[in-house]
């Protein structure tokens, strides 16, 4: 994957090939973590939409300097 700076100014573009990249990368083991967490593969689905959402949202908040976007 890109650099996690490229990733997030363009997922601040709304890029999405950049957000279908870090679902990639990501979303299986979101997923399995939702669903354990959750019980429910619905219920897991509909918390993994927020979340992914949400990054796309506050992608312009992120600080490479502060924090790791990707661990």
Sequence with gaps: ME???AVV???RRGDKQALG?????FG???FGIAVRLTESEQRASEV???AFQQMVVQAGEFDSNKNDLFF
């Design 3 to 5: 650099n996690e700076q």
């Design 9 to 11: 100014e363009a997922l």
């Design 21 to 25: 990249q870090v679902f990639d990368q």
């Design 28 to 30: 299986p083991a979101f």
């Design 48 to 50: 993994m939409q927020n």
